[in-house]
């Protein structure tokens, strides 16, 4: 007999490191135990003790329909029933890569790959065979993955677990990736005119999702794509959080701005894992088979990834969530923000479109500086409450809410309620 959350963590920790199989997902900075789940339907997950949560967690940014929806079960339904990987390329991938260009045009050429990661990888090998060049500039507290020359200062995922410096990276990698602050025009501007003839590309989260949501302000796009350009570097930004988060495409299309490359990941595969990065043709085409960077995947483009992808969008297209995902978010931060203040709390929101993070700290929050000031004392028992109150998002004071398709005004108006009960109760330990 094994039935509660404990049981089965104890079971998990004999298995994994931590119980988990991606650090985020330990609850090291909240304390406490992680339910287990079962399954998700709509805004909901299920513990296996049967307790229902509304989740906010969106599994960390995949999730804009909710789980299980309907339309996505089908397409993976009809999709494993013809093959789930065929070892060529398939009509599907055709398909889905045209859907995905239409929408994003800066995809002049793309490939896709089976998680965020591979593709932010894979965009640096390319910038660097493109420019014959080593470094790279990217932001502290910015996240795009676990590949080695991007572990530095790297936001949530290993901030969330207070590691600084990721044992097993070798020092010479990092010393080719410079971590600039974020917002920050003056210091990217002098370190370009300094040292800008060696850097490859400039690497950015163009709105942050992993230092809770943080958007650029004007002069700090208008600064990297301007240094960028005087210095012969390349412009990548990371949107595996941010496209098809916002807007039916990528956020780029809202900034006004173009990359010259794009990674994308989480939502575009439906809920299936998947990766892609795309861009300039003259700089994807050094890929092998047409040129000297080799690039590849097993699983890259497989049918699963592409059907759950092409369905999802159709849904997109079809029903333009995005100003009702908006208005719920704006209702949550607003009825937030109201709450914590007759609680005499220190607490920010951050929003953008349908995002929002909640920062326990008299605002703003524009840098991983300002993030990192948050109380976590607060943090944890803001979480710990909700969560008994069947209300779910992410154990780290530096990662987002999202609002989902199925979340109802109802569950909206339920989580503003348990969100004023556990203010309430901060109030007494503050
Ligand atoms: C999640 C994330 C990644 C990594 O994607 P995985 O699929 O987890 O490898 C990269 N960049 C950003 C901005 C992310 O949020």
Redesign the pocket.
């Known amino acids: 007999m094994c039935a509660t959350n404990e049981e089965w963590f104890t079971r998990a920790e004999r298995l994994f490191p931590g119980g988990v199989n991606s650090p985020a997902r330990a609850y090291a900075a909240v304390g406490g135990t992680p339910p287990v789940f079962v399954r998700g339907e709509g805004a909901y997950v299920y513990d296996v003790e049967g307790k229902r949560y509304i989740d906010y967690l969106a599994a ?2 995949p999730l804009i329909l909710g789980h299980a929806h309907p339309a996505i079960v089908s397409a993976i339904s009809r999709a494993a029933a013809e093959g789930t990987v065929l070892g060529t390329t398939t009509t599907y991938e055709v398909e889905f890569a045209e859907r995905l260009q239409s929408a994003i045009p800066s995809l002049e050429r793309l490939r896709f790959t089976t ?6 990888m894979s965009a640096i090998r390319v910038a660097r065979a493109f420019t014959g060049r080593t470094t790279i500039v990217k932001f502290s507290g ?5 590949a080695d020359p991007v572990l530095g200062d790297a936001g949530s995922g290993t901030a969330t677990v207070g590691l600084s410096h990721v044992a097993g990276v070798p020092a010479e990698t990092l010393r080719d990736v410079w971590s600039l602050p974020y917002n920050d025009p003056e210091t990217l501007r002098t370190t370009m005119r300094k040292r800008g003839e060696r850097v490859a590309a400039v690497l950015v ?1 163009p709105v942050v ?2 230092f809770g949501i943080v958007p650029p302000e004007p002069e700090f796009l208008r600064t990297i794509h301007e240094e960028a350009a005087r210095a012969g570097a390349l412009v990548i930004y ?1 949107e ?2 941010t496209a098809f988060r916002f807007a039916y495409g990528a956020v780029q299309s809202l900034l006004g701005y173009t990359p010259d490359l794009t ?1 994308l ?2 939502i575009i595969g439906g809920g299936v ?1 998947i ?1 892609a990065f795309g861009g300039r043709r003259d700089v994807l085409e050094l890929l092998a088979p047409l040129g000297p960077t080799f690039q590849a995947g097993t699983f890259a483009g497989n049918p699963l990834a592409m059907r759950a992808g092409l369905a999802l969008l159709d849904v997109l297209a079809k029903e333009n969530p995005y100003g009702e995902l908006e208005r719920k978010a704006i209702r949550l931060a607003e009825g937030l923000t109201a709450a914590a203040r007759r609680y005499r709390l220190p607490f920010t929101v951050n929003r953008f479109g349908g995002a929002f993070s909640t920062h326990f700290v008299d605002g703003p929050v524009r840098t991983y500086a300002d993030a990192r000031r948050a109380d976590d004392r607060l943090f944890s028992r803001f979480f710990h409450g909700l969560r008994e109150r069947g209300i779910l998002i992410a154990p780290s004071k530096y990662e987002a809410w999202f609002t989902m398709v199925p979340h109802t005004w109802d569950d909206v108006e339920a989580t503003l309620r348990a969100a004023e009960d556990v203010f309430a109760e901060l109030a007494r330990i503050a």
């Open positions: 960390y940014g998680s965020g990661t591979e593709g932010v910015c996240y795009h993955g676990h989260e999702g992993n990371d595996v959080i990674v990941g989480k894992p990766g």
